[in-house]
């Protein structure tokens, strides 16, 4: 069974800086692209970076590009997530996701929430 | 980047069909996928490459359309399928439309 386990979220002050984590099992890690994907409050889906399943490549869109950093450790089967220069907009559940091959996001974790606030 | 736009809201009675439609503001081929996201939960994807059923999912279920207009059904609607759905394209870097919330008449 594909698992998906987030940790490492909380509360943090603007400016300052989170990382977060995601185990993987079930499936062969170094396989897969990997992705985070975030969720405000009450709002929608909003694709934060992804990796090759190498982790030679990431991908960022610009509300986070910079501030920012996917990573992952297949001898672990560990995704990451370094957030810095964090802005009260990143508050949200942030998603760990699996790539399928056909571009849609096959596996979610349960989600960890980030909320960034004085 | 390319913007998904789905109708915020549909009523729908049980044993009735659901169809909810997104729109992309360019081409994205056949890259377009769909979720399910209850309350509560994490999304959960039904439809991948626009009608393909991903594993395990009921075929009540189903996509179709390309380039720029795509059609999620559901038939017949169960009280299990009240949720938000939304859609999402990878022909670039991905993107998803706001959803759409799917409601009992």
């Keep these: 069974e594909v698992q998906l386990v987030e940790t490492g979220g909380g509360l943090v002050q603007p400016g300052r800086s989170l990382k977060l984590s995601c185990v993987a099992s079930g499936f062969t890690f170094n396989n897969y692209w990997m992705s985070w994907t975030r969720q405000a409050p009450g709002k929608g889906l909003e694709w934060v970076a992804s990796i090759t399943n190498s982790g030679g490549s990431t991908y960022y869109p610009d509300s986070v590009k910079g501030r920012f950093t996917i990573s992952r450790d297949n001898a672990q089967n560990t995704l990451y997530l370094q957030m810095n ?34 | 980047d390319i913007v ?94 706001a959803g759409t919330k799917l409601e009992l008449k």
């Design chain 2, 4 to 97: 998904l736009t789905q109708s915020p809201a549909l009523a729908v009675s049980l044993g009735q069909r659901a169809t909810i439609s997104c729109r992309a503001s360019e081409s994205v081929r056949s890259s377009m996928h769909w979720y399910q996201q209850k309350s509560g939960q994490q999304p959960k994807l039904l439809i991948y490459g626009a009608s393909n059923l991903a594993s395990g999912v009921p075929a009540r279920f189903s996509g179709s359309g390309s380039g720029t207009d795509f059609t999620f059904t559901i038939d017949p609607v169960e009280a299990d399928d009240i949720a938000t759905y939304y859609c999402q394209q990878s022909r670039n870097d991905p993107t998803f439309g």
């Design chain 1, 85 to 118: 220069s964090l802005r009260s907009e990143d508050t949200a559940t942030y998603y760990c996701t699996r790539n399928s091959g056909y571009g849609g996001f096959d596996y979610w974790g349960q989600g960890v929430m980030v909320t960034v606030s004085s």
